[in-house]
């Protein structure tokens, strides 16, 4: 009897240590999916920029900024050189001559980090890639471009901080805070900069000081850029469906105009006329003047960024991947499709427009076309 | 739109939000939602338990034990016996299982809907603003979200920087493993001699899972910390009005004395092939239909009685409800 109990004991340990086996394998795999579908991965769409000559565009996407070719799409440089996964780069690069200012989305921290996330700025040589200096300074995610202006840079952040840097070290020179996230690219006549905030307010700062000038609220938070008219009006789109016109000195709202769907781009002006599009596939043209509406057309999908500016007209791009041309008066002319969601603002890069897409097929990232919507080139994420 | 988003994820995020813009503060938000849903899904919670309760006393009955030593070398009838004997006392094994089932998509959902509550890109925002029903919410006016929850940013994982220490300390992650151990161990079941895997397993888990949940509150954004401590403590809170929780298991030099122990003599670590032969055969033919339903409220104690067990059930099992 004995053997037959000390084997029955045997069996019942290796049984139990078959389930400790099981039931550890089971918590790992747990704790993995829980992780993965737990975690808030940093996703947005990509920001390009293009050199004021035309001749190259920049491209920041997940883990990397590219510099690519105008011409051919072919890639000139990668920052960083070897991906950190730690940093995500969406924000559209900001250019100077000899400066590439990318900011980063952060990432989870390490698994035993005890440091909260960082979130760098960083300065790159235009030429090589490589970092001139890095701001870790905000305490919050760069969602929107930097804008260089004079010998400063204006830099928002998502932690609610508008940074005044200087372009050659990166150092802070003065901060300024709002009660909210800063997701907008500012603009600046020289002296204020112009900035809206997700708090609902557009701010006015001064340049030299980082003083406030004035602030004049939105009733909606402030997502996207804003133009300003050639005696200072400033036109932008707020997260109310509502495009409005905002006199110079921030003392009043001339006009609002209500759109059908929300809107999710900085208005485009020319010529005393104010373009947008809609996530409702509408595009409108809006008097500058008055705020009264010139013509209201459909779109082939929701159009969630600015269009592109060119002689023959306005290229426009949809979430659902169309990229079509329309004229000053609303009409239609020629129609592409990318296979991928398009977000990113187009951009004119000498005689093309550049597009930028997310989630494209076998990892396009730009595609390019002439203005007559003859393909050009396409620039791929190297593997 | 899928059906999961538009049955769980949409209605959680519109209800969600709308707390916020009425109290107007994140956390309190919530907070509030998730004493609700734990509210909503109360009476699932009370069936799940009664239904493990009368399984857990089926397991001590004399007959499913018989039947055990019986057709220990036939699988196949010893599962047709056993179905037998649920079917003749009434016991659906998979009554327990159902509500905590049922009550899985939710907590996933509530979960999803933390997560696409607290954006923090523009990519983020797009898809809550498609979430809003329009009409009901005006997004112009909830957004921002204002994150800020005492010391932290609900957005972000958590630490507490205090002067003087080089570090952040994780406080939320630290409370979510308590919290988490203490549910646990209130809710665990009293040790099953017979079951020595069983009481293994129970015992892993008290350690593992506030692991788990204390690396997910150390990693993942403190909105969620925030849902499982609030979880818990609801959790604790249900089981303690339910007359479920034993506060003795929080000790830990606290050794309980095993249910079946006590009530059949038997020593925990011998076999069951030993022990249940002898025992059961002291049962009158009463036994075999103990007072063993859905409507009693556990008390081990009286269901050995009602059983004419060898030994009726002394103080050491009465804690075990």
């Known amino acids: 009897m004995k053997p037959s109990h000390n084997t029955t004991q045997d069996s019942e340990v290796k049984s139990m240590n078959y389930s400790k086996l099981k039931l550890i394998v089971v918590v790992v795999f747990a704790s993995i999916l829980l992780s993965a579908c737990g975690t808030l991965p940093s996703s947005s769409w990509p920001g390009v920029s293009v050199t004021p000559k035309g001749d190259f565009v920049y491209v920041a996407d997940a883990a990397s900024v590219f510099k690519v070719d105008a011409t051919n799409g072919s890639l000139a440089w990668r920052y960083p050189v070897k991906a950190d996964a730690s940093k995500q780069y969406y924000a559209a690069p900001e250019l100077s001559d000899s400066l590439v200012i990318v900011g980063d989305y952060g990432n989870s921290p390490s698994l035993l980090s005890t440091e909260t996330k960082k979130f760098s700025l960083i300065g790159l040589d235009s030429m090589t890639g490589a970092e001139k200096w890095t701001n870790t300074d905000a305490k919050g995610q760069w969602v929107a471009s930097p804008l260089i202006v004079g010998n400063m840079v204006i830099a928002p952040s998502a932690d609610g901080t508008l940074y005044a840097l200087s372009p050659s070290d990166g150092k802070v020179v003065w901060k300024f805070s709002a009660n909210a996230a800063f997701w907008a690219k500012p603009v600046s006549d020289g002296e204020l900069v112009y900035v809206p905030s997700m708090d609902h307010f557009l701010y006015a700062v001064n340049l030299s000081s980082g003083t406030l000038a004035w602030k004049v609220d939105l009733g909606a938070s402030g997502v996207y850029g804003l133009a300003v008219g050639d005696d200072g009006t400033i036109y932008l789109s707020t997260l109310g469906s509502e495009v409005l016109a905002i006199k110079s000195d921030g003392r009043s709202i001339l006009w609002r105009f209500k759109t059908k769907g929300s809107v999710w781009a900085v208005p485009v002006l020319k010529d005393g006329v104010v373009y947008i599009g809609d996530a409702n596939n509408k595009v409108y043209a809006i008097t500058a003047s008055n705020g009264q509406s010139k013509w209201e057309v459909d779109a082939p999908g929701p159009v969630l960024c600015a269009p592109a500016m060119t002689s023959n007209g306005l290229i426009f791009a949809s979430e659902t991947g169309q990229v079509f041309l329309m004229d000053f008066n609303g009409k239609l002319g020629w129609n592409k499709t990318i296979n991928g969601k398009l977000y990113s603002s187009p951009v004119v890069a000498g005689q093309q427009v550049v597009v930028g897409v997310t989630g494209g097929d076998k990892n396009v990232l730009l595609v390019a076309y002439d203005f007559t919507g003859k393909d050009s080139w396409t620039f791929t994420v190297p593997q | ?321």
């Not at chain 2, 309760?53 to 599962?79: F, R, T």
């Open chain 2, 1 to 321: 739109m899928d059906i999961w988003t538009i049955l769980i994820l949409q209605p959680f995020t519109n209800v969600l939000l709308f707390i916020y813009s009425v109290v107007g503060n994140f956390g309190i938000a919530i907070i509030l939602f998730t004493i609700i849903i734990r509210l909503l899904t109360h009476p699932l919670m009370v069936k799940q338990i009664k239904s493990a309760g009368a399984m857990q006393e089926l397991q001590s009955n004399p007959k499913w034990k018989e039947i055990q030593v019986k057709y220990k070398n036939d699988k196949e009838k010893l599962a047709q016996e056993q179905m037998k004997l649920q079917k003749e006392l009434g016991v659906n094994p998979f009554a327990s299982c159902l509500p905590l089932l049922i009550q899985f998509p939710i907590i996933i959902g509530l979960y999803q809907t933390l997560q696409q509550a607290i954006v923090t890109s523009p990519l983020q925002l797009l898809s809550l603003t498609r979430h809003i029903y329009p009409g009901f919410l005006n997004v112009a006016n909830i957004i921002p979200i204002d994150s800020r929850f005492l010391w932290m940013d609900l957005g972000q994982p958590e630490r507490l920087f205090i002067q003087g220490l080089p570090f952040g300390i994780p406080t939320m992650a630290i409370i979510v493993m308590v919290t988490t151990w203490m549910q646990s161990r209130l809710m665990q079941p009293p040790a099953d001699p017979n079951n020595s895997q069983a009481n293994m397993l129970g015992g892993m888990m008290n350690i593992y899972m506030p692991l788990l949940m204390g690396y997910l509150g150390l990693t993942l954004a403190s909105g969620i910390s925030l849902y499982f401590i609030t979880s818990n403590l609801i959790g604790i809170g249900q089981y303690a009005m339910l007359g479920k929780v034993n506060w003795n298991n929080l000790n830990p030099f606290y050794k309980p004395q095993p249910v079946a122990a006590v009530k059949g003599g038997v020593k925990a670590s011998k076999p069951i092939a030993d022990s249940s032969p002898k025992e059961t055969r002291s049962l009158p033919e009463s036994s075999s239909k103990p007072a063993l339903t859905h409507k009693s409220n556990g008390s081990g104690a009286a269901k050995a009685k009602k059983a004419n067990m060898t030994k009726p059930v002394k103080s050491g099992s009465s804690k075990f409800k």
